[in-house]
């Protein structure tokens, strides 16, 4: 869905025919700073010989600020014609929501309940290393194709994607087979013992697995060629 932009136009035309003809570039852009309500903001220039006249956007998310000019010549005003509608400008910007980045401590809706973005120490897999007393050196999320998970001699974990179309036993079930070889890395009594401290369901999920593991592969990550 296309967010409705906030343009404003001038009155000035395009420079003619000749002018669009001598037009080296349509992606020619460049980049100044305006001083707007107190603050330096950056405007961004742009050359595009299909607009008719000289036009200023504000983008309504991002804050973005654009002028589109016709040809080079009108590109030189540009900036005196951002400079022009400033006031403008910032009671756009005024309407801009405030950015929230993708970090800890941040809100964001998921599914449209809020939800609080917590550093990955809280995870399923450090829960269960955190209870055998170790901790993974790195963990990776792939799209791999004949393994669910893989512990490296350097405890490197890492898991395909593919195991969150799984029921959550499944999931529990391979975080706790890798965690394990954190500390056993083999298949050994001493292993399946760690494994089954740590979930109760190892059968049900290797069946579970065998019987659907192939399913999983049937979502595609990308569009793939016919
Ligand atoms: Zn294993």
């Not at 001598?22 to 961004?44: P, Q």
């Not at 929501?97 to 995870?123: H, M, N, T, W, Y």
């Not at 450090?126 to 512990?151: I, K, M, N, Q, Y």
């Amino acid at each position: 869905m296309d967010l409705a932009r906030r343009t404003k136009e001038t009155g000035y035309g395009s420079e003619g025919k000749l002018m669009r003809k001598s037009l080296a570039s349509r992606h020619g852009s460049k980049r100044e700073l305006l001083r707007i309500d107190g603050r330096a903001v950056e405007v961004t220039m742009r050359l595009n010989p299909r607009a008719r006249r000289l036009i200023v956007k504000v983008h309504p998310s991002t804050g973005e600020v654009t002028v589109v000019a016709p040809s080079r010549i009108s590109l030189t005003r540009a900036l005196d014609f951002a400079r022009g509608e400033t006031s403008w400008i910032a009671r756009q910007l005024a309407r801009v929501p405030k950015q929230v980045p993708l970090v800890s401590g941040a809100r964001i809706p998921f599914r449209g309940v809020e939800c609080l973005i917590v550093p990955a120490e809280k995870g399923r897999s450090f829960e269960f290393a955190a209870l055998l007393g170790t901790r993974p050196r790195r963990v990776t999320v792939r799209d791999t194709a004949s393994r669910w998970g893989s512990c490296s001699a350097n405890k490197s974990i890492s898991y395909s994607w593919r195991l969150i179309l799984a029921p959550a036993f499944v999931l529990d079930y391979v975080v706790a087979h890798e965690t394990a070889h954190l500390l056993e890395m083999n298949h050994g009594p001493r292993f399946w013992r760690l494994v089954r401290s740590l979930t109760p369901e190892i059968s049900t999920a290797q069946a579970w697995l065998k019987e659907n593991g192939v399913m999983l592969h049937r979502y595609a990550a990308r569009e793939t060629a016919p």
